[in-house]
C-alpha cells in the first residue's frame, strides 16, 4: 500500500489561550465527516476532563480525517493538537516539529497576543509555513480588518486573504478547509531511506503497553520491524502500527514517509520513549537522529502530603500512574516532620503542577496537603560541591555556603501602551531586570525583562491580569542560572519550627514576607486554648512575630423550649471544622495554612 | 409510674425583637382565641395516650404566655388537669413579659395552679432595653416583679441577657445589683445570640464573627469582655447566695428550675403547640412550625407513622419531623446536655443507661480535656471546671462521636 505524499497535509493549530483553537479543531473534524454531530461532544481533541474544564489542551492530541476538496481530490489531513501553555513549550516545539504547516488562530476582537508571537516564532523555527484564520467575527467587538493588518505590521505575514470565520457557528470553516489544501505544502522525505521517526507523544494503554505518537520523516515501518530509540538506547519490536480515527486507534499495514501515525512495540515504561526522540530501525539505523531532541527537566517543585497518611501508597500508586503519560513529572519519598510520609514532585510550571494536583484529588480522590512551590536552587559549597535545591530544609548549613544561584528567565510581555507602567513597576517589584520595549503598533508594546523564576512562579499571572485590567499578556523562556543573595526563611508555630513552611526567599524580601506570612498564618490557625505565638525566622534570627491569642469564652444561648437540634447542629460545626487540620506539636493546623504563603498578595 | 413534663408553646407576642428568631409573632385576638382552641385539641388528644405518665412539671413558654387572655390559661390548664395525669406537687411554670401583665391575670393564674413566675427583664437598664426592641421599661418590669409578689408568687425568675452591644462588666453589674435587690429565687442569664434571619443579623453579623474569633469589635462586647461578664455575674450571683447548677442557671437552695433540668437529663417530655420539640422514649418530635397548617391541621388530629428510613415512627398529622435517637446519639446527649449541669453527670447512670462504663467509649476524650484543665471526675461523677464552663462549646463537641 502506497500513498500519494502530495494528498497528506500534516498541520497544528496555533492560537494565544482562548482564541478559539480548540473549538476550530472541532468544526474541522466535524465538517469533514470524521464524526457525525451526535459522536461529536465539545471540543474532541481537549479529552481529559480537566482540559475540557480549563479550556487548555495538556497533552498533545492527534486526529486523520479525509477531506474532498473542491478540485475533486481526496486529501489526508493530520491534524496535531498542541498544548496550550508556556508551561508545556517543550511539548509544543515537539507537536510543530511533527508538521508542515500551522493555522494561526488570532481571536478578531483580541487581536495579537504574547503567546501568538510567541507560537508564531516557534513554528516559524521550525519551518512551518503559517496560515491565518479571524475568528469570533461573530462577536460585537470584532475588528477584522483591524487585526489583519496587526498582523501584517506586527507578526510581518501576509494574512490579506485570511478565512474570517465563527468557530462557534461553523460560518465559513469551508475556506479554512480549502486553504489547507492550498497553503500547507504536502511533506517531503524518502520512504526507502532508513527509518527516521519524531515522537511527539506517547500514552500508555495497560492492553498495548506505550503507545508512541509520531511523525515518520523518512522510511517506513511495519509489525515486526526491530526499531531503537536513538536517545534513550531502548529496542523492541513493533506490534503494531496504525493511525489515528476521531478518539480511537485505526491499525494499518505500514507507515511511511510523510505519515503520522502511532506504533507499539510492547514498551511497559514510557521513561523509554521520550518525546523529542527519534526513532529508527534498529536493523538498519539511520545516520543521525532528528535535531531538537532535548531532555525537559521540572523548573517547580513542591511537597505533595496525603491529607491522611494511611494514604501514601494510594499517593504513591497514583503518581506513578500518572507518571506514565507525563513524563515531565517527577517525583521522589520524601518525609517532613510536620507533615509525614509524602513525595517531592517536579512539575514544568505551576500550571502543570495545579493540573497534576487537581487529577490526584479528583481522579484518584486524594485529599492532598501541598507546600509552597519552589524553583530549583544550586548552592556552591565552600567545598567545592554543587548543590540541586529542591527541598528548603535541606538547604546546608550557611557556614557551608559560598554562594548561591537561581534560575532567571527572559519574559516577554505584551500590553496596550495604557498599561507600560503599571506593568514595568510590577516587574520591578518583582526583582525584574528591564532589558528593553518596543511598539508594535501605537497602542501596543512588546517589554522585555530578566526576571527570577521564583518572582513569578507564584502569583505574577494574577498580578498582571489585575494591573492591565486583563490587557497584558505573557510568555517566558528560561535565560540560566544567576548569583543572588537568597536566605531560608523559618517559621516556628508555638516554637516549634515547621519544616514544611520553610521556604527560600531574597535577601532583603525576607522580612516583609515574613510578616507578611505571619499575619496570614495568624488568620489560618483557630484558636486554642493557649496562645501561640507564630514567628518569622532566618538563620535562627526572629524577623518577625504574630500571636494567636487563646480562647477564653464561649457565647451560650438559650436552649428553647427543650428544642436540641440548634446546640447539636453548632457542636457538630465545632468538630468539623477540626477535621482538615495537622498536629505539629500540640497545635492543630488547618491543611490550607501550607498552601498560604502562595497567596501573600492577595490584600 | 413514668414520669413526664409537659411543654405549651404560646407563639405570640405584641411584638418581635429584632434579635428573636423563636416561633412567636403577633396576631389579633381571633388568631389567640383559635389557636388556644387548638391547643386545647391537641391537649385532650395526646392526654389519653400518655395514661400511663405523671406529668411532674409544666411550663407555659413562648413568646410572651402573659400576653393571652387570663380566660384562655385557665382553660388551657382546665385541659391539661382533666386529660393528664399531673403530680400533686408538680412545678408549673408560666413566662410573663412586662407590659403585659395585670394584677387579674395573676390571680388567675394562681388559681390554675401555677406555681412559678418566669418573666424577661433582660436588663435594668432602659438604653439597652430600648435597643433591645423590648416593648417595656426596667420600671415596668419592677410593677411585674412586685405584682407577682403581691399574689402570693413564691417562686420568680428573671431572665437577663448580657453580651449586649456596648454593653461591660460594669454596666451589666449594675443591672445584676438592681435585680439583686428583689431577691428572685432564680437567675437565668443568656447570651444574645446574633441569629440568622433577624434584623440584629443585619447589623451585627460582622462583629459578631469577629466576637468569636477574639478580635477587636465595634459594637459588641469582645471576647474578653463577654469572659469578664460571665466572671462577675458568677461571682456576684454566688456571693448573693444564688447556686449556679446548669451553665446560665441560678437558683437559691431548692428553687432549681425542674423543667429544665429534665432537658438536661433526658427526661421525656411532649411539647404541645406550635412548632413545639419533644422527646419520648427516645424518639424527638418537633410540631409543625406554621401557624395556619397547625391550625387547619388540629381539627382532625389522628395518628399515623413517621416515614424515615430505617423505621417508620408512631406520629400524628401535626408532626414535622420525628427522629428514633440511635444509641450513639443518646450517649452524645447524654454527655453534651449532662455536662452543661454543673454537677456533671453520674458515672453510674451512664453505665446503667448504657450498659458499658463510660470509659469504654469516652476514655481518651476524658483523658484529653482532663489535661486541658477542662474536665474533672470526683465521687462518681464527672462535670466541667469553670474553665471547662467557659469553653463549654469546645468541650461538649469533643462528646460527639
Redesign the interface.
Known sequence: MSVDKSKIRNFCIIAHIDHGKSTLADRIIESTGTLTAREMQAQVLDNMELERERGITIKSQAVRIIYQAGNGEEYIFNLIDTPGHVDFNYEVSRSLAACDGAILVVDAAQGVEAQTLANVYLALDHDLDVMPVINKIDLPSAQPDEVIREIEDVIGIEAEDAPRISAKTGLNIDQVLEQIVEKIPAPSGDENAPLKALIFDALYDSYKGVIVFCRIREGSVRVGDPILMMATGAKSEVTEVGYFGAGQFIPCEELSAGMVGYLCASIKNVADTRVGDTVTNAAHPCAEPLPGYKKVNPMVYCGMYPADSARYPDLRDALEKLQINDASLHYEPETSMALGFGFRCGFLGLLHLEIIQERLEREFNLDLVTTAPGVIYKVHKTNGDVIELTNPSNLPDPAEIEYMEEPVVSAEIMVTSDYVGAIMTLCQERRGVYISMEYLEETRALIRYELPLNEIIYDFFDALKSRSRGYASFDYDLKGYERSELVKLDILINREQVDALSFIVFKDSAYERGRKMCEKLKGEIP?H?FEIPIQAAVGGKVIARETV?A???????????????R??K???K??EGKKRMRQIGNVEIPQEAFMSVLKLDED | MRQMEL?L?IPFCVKKCPYCD?LSLPATEDTQKEYVEALIREISFYGPKCRDYLVTTI?I?GGTPSWLLEDHIARIMGAVHRSFTVASDAEISIECNPGTVTAHKLSVYREAGISRISIGCQSADNTELKLLGRIHTYDQFLKTYTLAREHGFDNINVDLMS?LPGQTAESFGRTLQSVLRLKPEHF?V????IEKGTPFYDYYKFDAVK????MPTAALPT??E??RI?KVTERMLAEAGYERYE??NYAKRGFACRHNI??WEREN?L?LGLG????MENI?Y?NIPDLYRYLRESHNIREGLWENENEDLPATNLHADANRITRRGQI??FM??GLRMIQGISRENFARAFGVQIEAIYQGILDELKE???LKSHAGRIFLTERGQ?????A???F?L
Do not use: P, W
Open positions: 484558636r486554648l491569642k480562647m477564653r469564652k464561649d457565647v451560650l444561648a438559650k436552649c428553647y423550649g427543650g428544642d436540641i437540634t446546640k447539636r453548632l457542636l457538630e465545632q468538630k | 411543654y408553646h423563636f411550663y413558654g453580651g437565668s443568656y447570651s444574645l445570640i466576637q468569636r474569633a477574639g471576647e474578653d463577654v469572659y460571665g451553665v446560665s429534665g432537658y417530655y411539647g413545639a420539640a419533644s422527646l424527638r418537633s452524645e446527649e453534651f446536655l486541658e484543665g477542662l467557659d469553653l463549654s462549646n469546645y461538649l463537641a469533643k460527639l
